[in-house]
């Protein structure tokens, strides 16, 4: 595929990587073309300082933590934040979690002070320090794409089922306001919005964008074998064909993967979805 050096890889069996990609390879994506393109047609207008992007999710996910109560937490933690940027900036905020895939992380060490192999998230190895858990699995991968489509598919279901709801949101940030310590910070601006809505109200404002919201999922493309087996076919804005990653809608290259010359940065180029690239204190102009 690439001929390039792949870093901060799991040290799995090949045979057994490559019947779990082909299991991977045949299943349903975790997105779909259609919402990755209108992400690309919303950065455009974040690019031009039209917008905003926020975004926010667990430094790393795990299948324990994936349940509903913790998905709506983070969701509505998103929105609420989204809520006082668009009013604060006074611009649309494109919304973007890292959730539904976030379950593998880079490590500095191959091995812990025990002398196990350290813990390289759910998707690669279990967290208990035993020699065992610590093994690296690639079954896992399958667990980890369960995980990711349920979590994305709750998702879907609460921004489409009022959890986005412009005022529900507003009277949870009242809440905040008069719950929390630092919340009288932002009693001036709560107030404020508080207005603005019940201006529109007056004015019989309605709009499906009052209620619903575009939350789009995001993770580091970090092990290979899981994310070319995601990789599908799709039509570009142009009505080309185009290679999508549809693990994520937005992926992003870590520091420890971000090398030019690197499988990594050679994938990222070759597909047709948003792609970040973080940057840490030893880059280079």
Known sequence: MISRPAFQQPTWNERDASNVRKILESVPPIVVVAEIRKLQEQMQHVALGEAFLLQ?????????????????????????????????????????ARIAGQYAKPR????????????????????????????????????????AAAAMNLVRSLTASGTADLHKLHEWNREFVQTSPAGARYEALASEIDHGLRFMEACKVSDSNLHTADIYCSHEALVVDYERAMLRLGQDPAGETALYDLSAHEVWIGERTRGIDDFHVNLAALISNPVGLKLGPSTTP
């Open 108 to 147: 500095s060490s191959d091995y812990d002070s025990q002398g196990l192999l350290n813990y390289r998230g759910d998707l690669v190895n279990g967290v208990e320090a035993t020699e065992e858990a610590r093994r690296h699995d690639p079954a896992r991968m399958v667990r980890a794409y369960a995980n």
């Open 56 to 96: 926010g999710g667990d430094c790393a996910e795990t299948f324990e933590s994936n349940t509903e109560p913790h998905i709506r937490a983070n969701i509505k933690t998103l929105l609420q934040m989204a809520v006082v940027l668009t009013y604060g900036a006074s611009m649309p905020v494109v919304k973007m």
